[in-house]
């Protein structure tokens, strides 16, 4: 059998608009992710992709918001969490009344909630509290995916926000026991190269500002 090469397709040109792009509303304002871990993971046909993110908020006010993170219609959520106190709490998927229930009851006890409500479509949305005053909030989420095919090949699009600067950035994705030399198709620059550690092949990429 013919073995079937893997191309992934980095997007860069694609910003606040494109549904992997996550955000935090804060009445008519947004908080953008100031620090950001990308880290993508492949096994055959399946990929997951985990955002590591810090949203920062300039102003001297406590601050509560929604984060927003649409999916595509074949992407399913696999994790939530958030920094409470220094750590990090995982969260669980429910529907959408059932979560504003739990979230008032959470908000009461004076806990920091941290529930991810799915609503129409494959939209969905968190409500953060608190977002410390001229401080950073920490949300991860992951979401999987089937890959798509093209041609000869299995094509991974990873879309980014390039309208705002990152004071940290880190993106690395691992091709677990891949045979064939996985390509950039788009957003191609010098150093975009794959190297083979074992039976894998891994990219990462780590930059400030």
């Known amino acids: 059998m013919k073995a079937i090469s893997t191309l992934l397709m980095f997007l860069v040109g694609l910003v606040g608009y494109s549904q992997n792009v996550p955000l935090i509303k804060v009445g008519e304002d ?12 492949i096994f055959g046909n399946r990929v997951k992709t985990t955002y590591d993110m810090k949203f920062y908020n300039p ?4 601050l509560e918001g929604e984060l927003q993170f649409p999916l595509g219609e074949k992407q399913s959520v696999s994790r939530f969490a958030l920094e409470v106190n220094g750590k990090i709490r ?35 949305r968190a409500r953060i ?14 979401y999987e995916e089937e890959l798509s095919f093209s041609g000869n090949a299995h094509i991974y699009k990873l879309t980014q926000a ?48």
Do not use: C
Not at 91 to 103: D, S
């Open 90 to 124: 995982e969260a669980v998927v429910v529907e959408k009344e059932q979560g504003r229930i739990a979230f008032e009851a959470v908000v009461r006890r004076r806990v920091d909630p941290a529930l991810l409500e799915k609503g129409t479509g494959n939209n969905y």
């Open 59 to 62: 102003t001297n006010s406590i």
């Open 30 to 41: 947004k908080l953008g992710v100031k620090k950001i871990k990308v880290d993508v993971e």
């Open 129 to 142: 509290y608190p977002i410390p005053r001229r401080g950073y909030k920490q949300v991860i989420l992951a």
């Open 162 to 209: 390039l309208n705002t600067t990152y004071e940290d950035y880190d993106l690395s994705i691992t091709l677990y026991n891949h045979g064939a030399q996985p390509q950039f198709v788009s957003g191609k620059e010098d150093g975009f190269n794959f190297k083979k550690v074992g039976q894998d092949y891994v990219y990462s990429l780590s930059k400030k500002d």
